[in-house]
């Protein structure tokens, strides 16, 4: 790779918004680091996209876990000495009871490992190879589940680590601010994946769309937004 290619990692990446995030990225000459707690099948996710001609590789990466994050970490540092994007794209959606009354105190647990603990340790562990070149673009997969101003009810622990990680991206992108590192939100709306289902009213393309603009955003751009369609969202 060339010393001014653009470098991005995308966790939770062997599937949906993930690895459309990873294919559009790599279509504009971006070297992409395709992150997922399965290696079988991120790597099979990898390979397909390589055989698109796309310069993608795969290094496993599970966001709940503390020393995976640490030594994705160590190889980052290792391998390349800096990184240009990050996409926290992984998550789950672990709700069984409609009712917060009713919730499952593990259910909330695991979601907010996943969801909320997953990208503050992975930007803990990746910012400071933006702040090597100060250039960074950070983007928080975020949901209008998390939205406080039309909070509903339903699926309660989801909506909660949604709404606990837009507040990790307000902090980060205001510590921020003053540099050449821009951290933002992004609702990708109900998109036709494996956790929106076949009755969702987007295509994954049209899903991942606000999320590569933010990755790619111009010196300048917004920074601690809240973004779908390319629009300010609410928070």
Not at 40 to 52: F, I, T, V, W
Not at 153 to 179: C, D, H, Q, V, W
Not at 204 to 232: C, K, N, Y
Request: charged share 20%; proline share 3%.
């Amino acid at each position: 790779m060339s010393e001014d290619q653009k470098i991005a990692v995308v966790t939770g990446a062997n599937k949906g918004l993930g690895f459309e995030t990873c294919r559009q990225l790599a279509k504009q000459g971006i070297k992409v680091i395709l992150t997922s707690r399965s290696e079988e099948k991120g790597k099979a996710a990898a390979e397909k996209l390589q055989a698109e001609g796309l310069d993608v590789t795969y290094h496993q990466l599970d966001v709940s876990n503390p020393s995976s994050i640490s030594l994705f970490a160590e190889f980052m540092q290792h391998e390349f000495g800096k990184l240009d994007i990050l996409v926290n794209n992984a998550g789950v959606w672990l709700d069984t009871e409609s009712s917060v009354l009713k919730a499952n105190l593990e259910t909330l647990q695991k979601t907010i490992e996943t969801n909320l603990y997953g990208p503050f340790l992975v930007s803990q562990a990746l910012i400071p190879l933006m702040k090597v070149h100060n250039y960074g673009r950070v983007v928080n997969v975020a949901s209008g589940a998390g939205q406080l101003a039309e909070m509903q009810t339903g699926y309660p622990t989801y909506r909660m680590s949604k709404t606990a990680l837009n507040a990790l991206t307000k902090i980060t992108g205001n510590e921020l601010a003053g540099t050449n590192i821009l951290v933002n939100s992004v609702c990708p709306g109900w998109v036709k994946t494996d956790m929106g289902g076949a009755n969702a009213t987007r295509t994954v393309e049209q899903g991942v769309d606000t999320i590569v603009w933010l990755a790619t955003l111009p010196d300048g751009g917004p920074t601690s937004g809240f973004f779908r369609d390319r629009q300010p969202f609410a928070w």
